[in-house]
């Protein structure tokens, strides 16, 4: 008689426990792919015995104790006397332990975690999936698999492809590490203020993707934004005096808070000008400012994810978006273009100066951005265009971009806002 609660047990521990238990075992083997297998192996193993014989006491200590056993086997196949596998049998107090992973007894149970060590390995890990050898789709994947916790199968529907494509993804990302030779750790000083910018972004990559998907029929994935979120809420924990990881924090907790908002019991969206505000969530709008004096506190001065944390701080504490400071915000996004230019940043800044001081001041910045060509494949260009030229009255090329908008625009929900949009032009 199988216990269907074990499975659930299961998965809810190994997506808490994931990331220390992968950090741990790399750090034990001193192979990044390989103790990747091996957590897998542990998950495996606990998916059959769960429900068959009941969740352990100490289910986190189960599985990195059937990880590390799997590990032992493996270095004894491979060379009798193996040093490492000397030093692991030793730590571990055993003298033989049969192959094919048995489940652990007392000791398994009674695994004790030092907290300083999982903090050093879950932060290892980040670096080790988020280094800069690794494409950022790579990254992204890797991240998500080895410190969130995610299954192929979830990472590849929340990002709409197609499963192999996400494993091919992870198992090259696993192969390019060990051909680069990366070691597991924390990078020292130095190193590690160039590498956070990294993990940063991948973090900032996947909230993105989950607050605006960029193609199929839904507006938001709050499955993957809340991943990112919990992401962002560990590295700030993990990095508490690096500003810029709070500043993340901060512009995440912030736009999430509009969430509850940003669509209608259809799941259509609600533009900011039309949002209910009494639905945004304060709990996140107070985290996310906390964060963001955090971020102020630690004294360098806010970074680009600060900035964008103190723009959407300045939309969370207005009433309405008559009474939002559009004068600040378009002297922070022009501090924000200086120190991380784009030309999505421009392209909100004309938004936030045709708020300021109206449409005619923003349209000449949209008419540069459309003379550079650099945003040509994206519909936010041409959707900003024609709501200008609407507010100034050239209802024709306001159709014109509107129409471009449409065509260019991959999800479903916004698609039928820009339509909507086009058959209110008449």
Not at 48 to 68: F, K, Q
Not at 109 to 117: A, G, I, Y
Not at 381 to 405: I, K, M, S
């Amino acid at each position: 008689m199988t216990d269907p609660t074990g499975r659930e047990a299961v998965a809810a521990v190994w997506r808490i426990e994931s990331a220390r238990i992968v950090g741990a075992l790399t750090r034990y083997t001193g192979d990044f792919a390989l103790a990747e297998d091996l957590a897998q192996e542990a998950l495996a193993e606990a998916l059959v015995t769960w429900p068959r014989e009941g969740v352990p006491r100490n289910p986190a200590g189960w599985l990195l104790t059937v990880g590390r056993r799997r590990a032992i086997d493996g270095f004894r196949r491979r060379a009798a006397r193996d040093e490492r596998y000397a030093a692991l049998a030793r730590e571990l107090g055993e003298g033989g332990i049969a192959s094919g992973g048995a489940p652990p007894g007392e000791d398994a149970r009674d695994v004790l975690w030092d907290p300083d060590q999982i903090d050093d390995d879950v932060l290892a890990l980040m670096f080790t999936a988020c280094h800069p050898v690794l494409s950022r789709e790579a990254r992204v994947a890797l991240t998500l698999r080895v410190v969130g916790g995610l299954t192929s199968d979830q990472i590849a529907r929340a990002f709409l492809l197609p499963t192999a494509t996400v494993q091919a993804r992870i198992t090259r990302a696993k192969k390019t590490l060990g051909a680069a030779r990366v070691p597991f750790g924390l990078p020292s000083a130095d190193e590690r203020s160039a590498r956070l910018g990294s993990v940063l972004n991948v973090v900032y990559v996947i909230f993105t993707e989950g607050s605006s998907v960029s193609s199929g029929d839904e507006l938001i994935r709050f499955d993957l934004a809340s991943e990112a979120l919990r992401l962002a809420r560990v590295l700030a924990r993990l990095v508490p005096d690096e500003a810029e990881a709070h500043g993340l924090l901060a512009l995440l907790e912030l736009t999430a808070a509009r969430f509850p908002a940003r669509t209608d019991a259809d799941g259509r969206p609600v533009l900011l000008e039309d949002q209910d505000r009494r639905r945004w969530d304060r709990d996140a709008i107070r985290r996310g400012r906390a964060a963001l004096a955090r971020a102020e506190r630690c004294g360098r001065g806010l970074g680009a994810y600060g900035l964008q944390a103190a723009i959407a701080e300045c939309h969370a504490v207005a009433p309405s978006v008559g009474e939002t400071d559009w004068e600040r915000i378009v002297v922070v996004y022009e501090a924000l273009g200086r120190i991380a230019p784009s030309p999505v940043v421009d392209l909100n800044r004309a938004v936030a100066v045709s708020m300021a001081r109206g449409p005619a001041a923003a349209l000449a910045i949209a008419d540069r951005l459309a003379a550079d060509g650099a945003l040509a494949r994206t519909h936010l260009l041409p959707t900003v265009r024609g709501e200008l030229l609407t507010r100034l009255g050239r209802t024709e090329e306001a159709r014109t971009e509107l129409e471009r908008a449409v065509e260019l625009c991959g999800n479903a929900r916004e698609r039928g806002v820009l339509e909507r949009k086009l058959a209110d032009l008449g």
